[in-house]
């Protein structure tokens, strides 16, 4: 198995990332962490601790985060998306993070996916993806991820709301000054319009191959 391979994944909002991520991390036996739940737990600190994300510094909030707040079930709701993004702006919340997403892919390697991950917290990262796809099909992704009703009169309506909602959150996740959402120059894109999930993996799994030899015989590490 590939120990110490680490894998940045990034792309902006419901392209896919996660998704691939899991797969990649499963099929290639490497530990997996989702880094937009750090920016969404700590989201979910301000809103409980009843602070405006928009005006309220949220480092303490950041200090406090350990991986156990990852766990929480309410995470991926709508108010968390703009918190997290809101917070995720704030440059002393991104470098409370620094270290928890370093350290945490240190010991045994890892897959990564996030805004940054192969522009600033792993740089040097063997593998980077960008991970793309047209506004339309990641709003009717995310709309079906959310559990929605395939026979509701105002269907379209409620995608285009939700396309409303990816692309102010692409547009202040690009424009930040500190850390923006954008690819790094040695990372492979893939446009995952056309694709199913699986054949994204199949294509990840061929990049991750010609670049390191894993998984294989000449796969840093292997035993
Ligand atoms: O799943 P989705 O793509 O909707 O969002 P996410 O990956 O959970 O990230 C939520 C928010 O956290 C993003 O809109 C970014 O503002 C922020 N984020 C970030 O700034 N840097 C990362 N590495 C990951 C997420
Ligand atoms: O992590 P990110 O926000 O980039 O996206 P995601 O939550 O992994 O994916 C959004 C949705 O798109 C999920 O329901 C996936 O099953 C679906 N999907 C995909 O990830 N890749 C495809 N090629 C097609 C659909």
Known sequence: TARKLII???????????????RLAQALDLPY???GLLYRAVGRRMLDAGLDPENH????QARRI?????????????EIDRAASLVAAQQKVRAILVDTQRDFALAGGGVLDGRDIGTVIFPDAPVKLFITA????????????LAADPAAPDREAQIARVAAELQAR??????RAV?????????????????TAGEVLAEALR???????CPGSDCPGSD
């Open 33 to 35: 962490l989702d880094t």
């Open 8 to 22: 940045a994944i990034d792309g902006p909002a419901a392209a896919g990332k996660g998704t691939l991520a899991r």
């Open 134 to 145: 047209s506004p339309a099909a990641r709003a009717r992704r995310r709309w079906e991820q």
């Open 170 to 175: 692409d547009t202040a996740d690009a424009g």
């Open 207 to 213: 990049i991750v191959r010609e670049r390191t030899g």
């Open 66 to 78: 350990t991986l156990a707040d990852l766990e929480r079930d309410d995470l991926r709701v709508p």
């Open 179 to 195: 850390a923006p959402l954008r690819a790094a120059e040695d990372a492979v894109h893939i446009d995952t319009d056309h694709m």
């Open 57 to 60: 510094p949220a480092d303490d």
